[in-house]
């Protein structure tokens, strides 16, 4: 796919974007976070004046440590880094910061809404919408600097693939913990890792992952992820 053109935001989506950011009382600073140096590179191309960027980071810790230091206005991250779990960082820095306005960017595999959106993301797109002309980063990024929610078409699309799989598979109907523990053993969080996110006990932890290793049908943390990984697969094909 070639990415250039799509990518370029033209003077109208920018003007837009502009006017969202000026219009709404957010601090100008973004910080970025995502696993990859390219990806970092890109956003912070994307991102047009009046707002600055403070932070280009790869990791959670970093991440957070950014966004408190000025505090930013704006949070725009993936859900894979380098360490540490997009969702999580979300769920910390808008506790940290409580008026902190946040894009979350979700990675074709086994990307997960429903945790984006518990953890506070204002604007949520998967990124292989970055390159389509509809522009739905500039109507993400619109939507995050006025406060508000936005779920692109394939976001919604997947939301409502997950809502038919809770009804048609009793065997994985996670509570809302379960769910956010599954998220971060997904992410590769060891227990006490997802302990200290979620502020739990790793006994507590155990307990929870062992629930979900029983409602997958699965004995062991292995095999749970390679089951997990197969319901998503099977989702996205169905999306395509």
């Known amino acids: 796919m070639d990415l250039t053109d799509p990518f370029e935001l033209d003077e109208r989506h920018r003007a837009a974007v502009a006017a969202a950011m000026l219009s709404n009382p957010m601090r100008l600073s973004v910080v970025c976070a995502a696993r990859s140096h390219l990806a970092l590179l890109a956003l912070a191309q994307g991102i047009c004046r009046p707002a600055v960027v403070t932070g ?3 990791t959670q810790a970093e991440a957070l ?3 408190q ?5 704006l949070l725009i991250c993936t859900d894979q880094l380098e360490q540490g779990s997009g969702v999580a960082l979300v769920a910390e820095a808008r506790r940290a910061v409580a008026d902190l306005r946040v894009l979350m960017i979700l990675s074709e ?6 945790g984006a959106l518990r953890a506070g993301s204002h604007a949520i797109l998967v990124e292989s919408e970055l390159g389509e002309t509809s522009s739905p980063l500039c109507l993400a990024l619109e939507a995050a600097a006025a406060g508000l929610t936005y779920t692109s078409p394939r976001v919604e699309r997947l939301l ?3 809502q038919a ?3 048609e598979d009793g065997m ?5 913990r379960e769910e956010e523990v599954l998220t971060l053993i997904i992410s590769g969080c060891t227990d006490r890792e997802i302990a200290a996110h979620l502020s739990l006990s790793p006994q507590t932890v155990r307990g929870y992952a062992k629930d979900i290793r029983r409602k997958f049908g699965a004995r062991s943390r292995v095999e749970l992820l390679g ?3 197969r319901k998503a697969l099977g989702r996205r094909e169905r999306l395509r």
């Open 56 to 58: 280009l980071v790869t």
């Open 65 to 67: 440590e950014r966004v």
């Open 69 to 73: 230091r000025q505090p930013a206005g």
């Open 109 to 114: 595999r086994l990307p997960d809404p429903r």
């Open 160 to 162: 409502a693939e997950l």
């Open 165 to 167: 799989d809770a009804t």
């Open 172 to 176: 994985a109907q996670l509570t809302r």
């Open 227 to 229: 089951r997990a990984l």
